[in-house]
């Protein structure tokens, strides 16, 4: 089982719908988990970062996370052509400090 | 304020040759990471420095790669008789001593080994 998992897409949505990113992990311990956003040729930028269950909302973003499934989501709402990039999921493992990330989920919207 | 810069954009060398990749994390950042990204992949962890000290240098591929950061601000990521299987992007990512372990990444080197 790969460390964090994601379905490489691409996803495609329509300008103005919500897109739904999903996340799964294998390590039961991990504290931290973060979602990056990535352009063609560019490097992640962060644009989320989550710490317990729950959700958080920042903007037209919402971080999703459920530790009990070991699963972490990112909403889009009113999806734009310009979220059109992979995203990434990151996670902190238990007793490191580096992130561990999945391959990342093309994300395309069409205007 | 500025972010994490990195030099050169890109490098272009030939199998064999030796060469030296540069980063410049955000000013305060006492934390470095330094992450390989291939096409396709998300970024692998390469090593971590805590100040002056390599905290975790667990992801080095073998010991053709080494990475110094002598006075706790700029580090650089030294390749060794270069393989083509070592082109790839070479990112750099700098984090907030307040915690959280945010980390942010410069733009990256993208390295081509022919």
């Known amino acids: 089982q790969k460390e964090v998992e994601q379905n490489s897409g691409p996803l495609s949505v329509p300008e103005g719908a919500i897109a739904s990113l999903n996340c799964t992990y294998s390590?039961?311990?991990?504290?931290?988990f973060f979602w990056y956003r990535q352009y063609s040729g560019k490097s992640p930028e962060l644009i989320m970062s989550?710490?317990?269950?729950g959700d958080k909302e920042d903007g037209r973003f919402t971080a999703q996370l459920n530790k009990a499934s070991q699963y972490v989501s990112l909403l889009i709402r009113d999806s734009q052509p310009s979220d059109s990039a992979t995203y990434l999921c990151?996670?902190?493992?238990?007793?490191?400090?580096?992130?561990?990330f999945g391959k990342g989920t093309m994300l395309l919207v069409s205007p | 304020g500025a972010g994490v810069s990195q030099t050169p954009s890109n490098k272009v060398t030939e199998k064999g040759k030796y060469v030296e990749l540069r980063c410049d994390p955000i000013?305060?950042?006492?934390?470095l990471y330094w992450y390989r990204q291939s096409l396709g992949q998300g970024p692998e962890f390469l090593i971590y420095?805590?100040?002056?000290?390599?905290?975790?240098d667990s992801g080095l591929p073998n010991d053709r790669f080494f990475a110094v950061r002598p006075e706790g601000s700029v580090s650089t990521l030294k390749i060794q008789r270069t393989e083509r299987g070592d082109s790839a992007v070479y990112l750099c990512?700098?984090?907030?001593?307040?915690?959280?372990?945010?980390?942010?990444f410069g733009p990256g080197t993208r390295l081509t080994v022919l």
């Open positions: 989550i710490y317990s269950n």
């Open positions: 990512a700098s984090e907030t001593s307040s915690g959280g372990n945010e980390q942010f």
């Open positions: 000013s305060g950042h006492t934390a």
């Open positions: 420095f805590q100040g002056t000290g390599a905290a975790d």
């Open positions: 390590d039961r311990g991990s504290q931290s």
């Open positions: 990151a996670v902190n493992r238990s007793g490191y400090s580096t992130l561990t």
